[in-house]
């Protein structure tokens, strides 16, 4: 599956971003999905992750509250709606693919996640 990550800015601490990830060349519901990021110098971070059906999801404590990630199968898109950003939340931002065997499976780990997108940059100004 390829995967392409779009949505990314300048935005002001406060306000709010919707990133996108598009996939193709495979089933998109065979998948659960899931975002990372990475700021400079720093490790990849796991941020959300949504089940194959979209009912599960899981969260880094320090997103809950603030970022959703919804999916849309028949669009084949999962995003990353992100409110109340912070200048901490300046990033390049990386969606990923998990060839999950049940609907409901939602996983967190880096190393469960086979395919990854491109990377789209956040940068949150104070």
């Known amino acids: 599956v390829q995967l392409q990550a779009s949505g990314g800015g300048l935005v002001q601490a406060g306000g709010s971003l919707r990133l996108s990830c598009a996939a193709s060349?495979?089933?998109?519901?065979?998948?659960?999905m899931g975002w990372f990021r990475q700021a400079p110098g720093k490790e990849r971070e796991f941020l959300a992750s949504?089940?194959?059906?979209?009912?599960?999801?899981e969260y880094a404590d320090s997103v809950k509250d603030r970022f959703t990630i919804p999916r849309d199968n028949a669009k084949s898109t999962v995003y990353l709606e992100m409110n109340n950003l912070k200048p901490e939340d300046t990033a390049l931002y990386y969606c990923?693919?998990?060839?999950?065997?049940?609907?409901?499976?939602?996983?967190?780990?880096?190393?469960?996640?086979?395919?990854w997108g491109q990377g789209t940059q956040v940068t949150v100004s104070s």
């Open positions: 990923a693919s998990d060839r999950a065997f049940t609907m409901g499976y939602v996983g967190t780990l880096r190393g469960e996640f086979d395919y």
């Open positions: 060349g495979d089933t998109f519901s065979n998948y659960a």
């Open positions: 949504v089940s194959r059906s979209g009912e599960n999801t």
